[in-house]
T-cell receptor, first 113, second 114 residues
């Protein structure tokens, strides 16, 4: 399944399928990006990050792709599990020495057993 | 528990009252952040400390909001004369120094102003 980020805030997939969550970021000067997972009632949990000098980074079952040309970030989750159900946020650091992260509004991932 | 700790977890207050939240970061982290999150939205940056110095403040941090980190360890966020619009989840995060490092978030303090 694939989402189009802010225009489709809920993504529903079957257990075992691959999920792709998309994010369009706002600032071409952003140099650091993070994907967070947030479960209900909990704080955001770090999943994976990527710097602007890279276009792909892989973790355990997750891959982040960065396309700076179109200011697009995606999170791919392989073999999605029910425990992956949560809201996923992309966040960007605007660089220039600032530390603040700017978060997108998130995509809810629902995994059907 | 070695994660970021926030207290209280929930706070209900009457409009006009002052409230104070506490954040204890991961012990070796010298960077500390406060964010605010309303229902269905992503966290919004409020302020950032490096050790005891407050280096960044968002324009969201009105004059009713003040944050401190007096000894470079725990931090407090105070909201004076609370308004119903202040109802939100207040999140604290910390990170270590050295390039770009991910911020680790606490569970948050949920504030309800009635």
């Amino acid at each position: 399944g694939e989402s189009v980020g802010l225009h489709l805030p809920t993504l529903s997939v079957q257990e075992g399928d691959n999920s792709i969550i998309n994010c369009a970021y706002s600032n071409s000067a952003s140099d650091y990006f993070i994907w967070y997972k947030q479960e209900s009632g909990k704080g955001p949990q770090f999943i994976i990050d990527i710097r602007s000098n890279m276009d792909k980074r892989q973790g355990q079952r997750v891959t982040v792709l960065l396309n700076k040309t179109v200011k697009h970030l995606s999170l791919q989750i392989a073999a999605t599990q029910p425990g992956d159900s949560a809201v996923y946020f992309c966040a960007e650091n605007l660089g220039t020495g600032r530390r603040a992260l700017t978060f997108g509004s998130g995509t809810r991932l629902q995994v059907q057993p | 528990d070695t994660g970021v700790s926030q207290n209280p977890r929930h706070k209900i207050t009457k409009r006009g009252q002052n409230v104070t939240f506490r954040c204890d970061p991961i012990s070796e982290h010298n960077r500390l952040y406060w964010y605010r999150q309303t229902l269905g939205q992503g966290p919004e940056f409020l302020t950032y400390f490096q050790n005891e110095a407050q280096l960044e403040k968002s324009r969201l941090l009105s004059d009713r909001f003040s944050a401190e980190r007096p000894k470079g360890s725990f931090s407090t966020l105070e909201i004076q004369r609370t308004e119903q619009g202040d109802s939100a989840m207040y999140l604290c995060a910390s990170s270590s120094q050295g390039g770009d490092t991910e911020a680790f978030f606490g569970q948050g303090t949920r504030l309800t102003v009635v």
